[in-house]
């Protein structure tokens, strides 16, 4: 019988690898922080070069996110009753008066819409489709599980055309129901194969026993194979929100007003002479923040959904 010893890495290895794991944090973390710190810039400290580090912070670009602005004479601002508002005020210190909301709440909204229900229709119909091949003699279950993550080896403009010529044919182009649709079909191959491993790890002996006790399959499943399971549903409900939350390409083609999400349009925000850098960041901070949330919230069952099933009972 081998015995095996584990042994303590060396002062010099600990240090290394400390310094590398700080170093990829740093590298990571960076362009994230200097979205941040530019959301809080001026357009001309955002722009400036050499780049600043060190500027006096503004919510202009804050602003600007959320109005449409023009431009007024001096003698037309000069007119006017004194602003009401800080942000009246920020917006006529650069001789503009505030026209009316702009449509980033709107593009927000269509975004949580569209990637909240997407990943609700991808956990819910992967965990049934995970379910039937993990427990069931599903025939051709290994070409059919094929066939579905095939799906996924497709960069998304091989199959842009056909799909724009199919939403325009069933009036589904710009619309919350087609793009929730599009979304699902392609995050269902990442459902039900993530999901398929975490119902294999949970042993059947646990539903055996809740058949003899009177329970119907789908009591079994739903009381007995659900609990077990709600650390891989929450790392795939994690997964499939941040596709469709950051999904761009099929946006773009498939949406432009009603529907419009977000990452679409925070790259059309254009300020006076040109792009406003500021408005952009804060954009793209603000967007940032529901991904961020949902996963500090599941945080617990990811950690526990990327390690489950390594040790087998």
Not at 15 to 23: E, K, R, S
Not at 48 to 72: D, I
Request: net charge neutral; with cysteine.
């Amino acid at each position: 019988m081998s015995s095996y010893s584990i042994t303590e890495p060396s002062a010099p290895q600990k240090w290394i690898a400390g310094t590398l794991v700080i170093a990829y944090a740093v590298i990571t973390l960076l362009p994230l922080v200097w979205i941040l710190t530019t959301g809080f810039k001026s357009p001309v400290d955002a722009i400036a070069y050499p780049p600043k580090v060190l500027f006096e912070p503004s919510l202009e670009g804050y602003v600007n996110l959320f109005t449409t602005r023009t431009r007024v004479s001096p003698e037309q601002l000069q007119a006017l009753p004194p602003p009401e508002t800080w942000y009246e005020e920020v917006v006529r210190n650069r001789d503009m008066v505030i026209a009316g909301p702009s449509r980033y709440g709107e593009r927000f909204l269509n975004s949580v819409i569209i990637g909240f229900g997407s990943t609700f229709l991808s956990v819910f119909l992967g965990t049934l489709a995970a379910y039937a091949f993990s427990r069931f003699k599903v025939p051709l279950k290994d070409d059919l599980l094929f066939f579905i993550l095939s799906t996924r080896m497709m960069p998304p403009i091989a199959v842009a055309i056909p799909i724009f010529l199919m939403f325009r044919t069933l009036g589904l182009s710009d619309t919350h129901l087609g793009m929730i649709l599009l979304y699902t079909a392609v995050n269902i191959s990442l459902a039900v194969w993530l999901l398929k491993g975490f119902i294999d790890e949970i042993p059947r002996e646990y539903e055996e026993a809740a058949l003899i006790d009177g329970y119907t399959r789908f009591q079994a499943f739903y009381k007995v194979v659900l609990p077990q399971a709600a650390t891989g549903i929450a790392s795939t409900a994690i997964f499939c929100l941040i596709f469709s939350w950051n999904e761009y390409a099929f946006a773009v083609l498939l949406t432009s007003g009603t529907a419009q999400t977000a990452p679409p349009f925070i790259p059309t925000i254009i300020g006076v002479g040109g792009q406003d850098w500021p408005a952009v960041a804060a954009g793209a901070t603000l967007f940032l923040v529901p991904v961020m949330v949902f996963t500090i919230l599941l945080r617990k069952h990811l950690l526990r959904g990327i390690t489950f099933g390594a040790v087998r009972k």
